[in-house]
């Protein structure tokens, strides 16, 4: 069946450093992948989106890049704020599916 | 984008007792609705998916009878829990979407059963 993996955390990082949260995927055909970020005490929002190999999502300075060779849909972005601190959670759905499948989600945490 | 709204946020009630939590759709129709439950640091784990109309399908361990799942019109679909349990404590996330869109998801209901 469809899978999402995804480096646990905790991440704890200092403001203005480099950030890359790593995400493979298994999954049959090509899924559409996403990454979502959950805010404490909320619900999730759709962080960025890419539907197709090579394909880059971007939004409020992160990006990832569907790598169909390596199954893989790294998040990263070059300079996190305190305010980037959440949980992202790296998700797929099956062309044609309607449900997601999520990862476990990795807890971030930015220090002034 | 679209807007989900799910009610209420958090909810305290005695073991025993049955909670409703609403999940709307304000601004498209969603013909599809899912149910997700999010235990402390953990992902999310999808309960049911219930199309407008139609009975919910359920995942695998999921019990529907203390579960109920309505979705009867295009905005609203409710999940109760009946007769809850501290063991059902936890945090519930709906998502909804049109036919060929992505989901939109809810802000969650934190329920504690006390």
């Known amino acids: 069946g469809n899978s999402v993996t995804q480096m646990e955390g905790p991440v704890t990082l200092s403001e203005e450093a480099f950030l890359t949260i790593n995400c493979t995927y298994t999954?049959?055909?090509?899924?559409?992948l996403f990454w979502y970020v959950q805010y404490p005490g909320e619900g999730l929002q759709l962080l960025l989106k890419?539907?197709?190999?090579?394909d880059k999502g971007s939004n409020k300075g992160f990006e990832a890049t569907y790598r169909k060779e390596t199954t893989s849909f790294h998040l990263e972005k070059g300079s996190v704020q305190v305010s980037d601190s959440a949980v992202y959670f790296c998700a797929l759905r099956s062309a044609g599916g309607q449900n997601f499948v999520f990862g476990p989600g990795t807890r971030l945490s930015v220090l002034p | 984008g679209a807007v989900v709204s799910q009610h209420p946020s958090r909810v305290i009630c005695k073991s025993g007792t049955s909670v409703k939590i609403e999940c709307r759709s304000l601004?498209?129709?969603?013909?599809?609705m899912f149910w997700y439950r999010q235990f402390p640091k953990k992902s999310l784990m999808l309960m049911a998916t219930?199309?407008?109309?139609?009975?919910?399908?359920?995942e695998q361990g999921v019990e529907k009878d203390k579960f109920l799942i309505n979705h009867a019109s295009l905005t609203l679909s409710t999940l109760t829990v009946t007769s809850a349990h501290p063991e059902d404590s936890s945090f519930y996330i709906c998502s909804a979407r049109e036919s060929s869109t992505e989901a939109f998801f809810g802000q969650g209901t934190r329920l504690t059963v006390v």
């Open positions: 601004d498209f129709q969603a013909t599809t």
């Open positions: 999954a049959t055909g090509y899924p559409s």
């Open positions: 890419a539907t197709k190999a090579d």
């Open positions: 219930s199309n407008e109309g139609s009975k919910a399908t359920y």
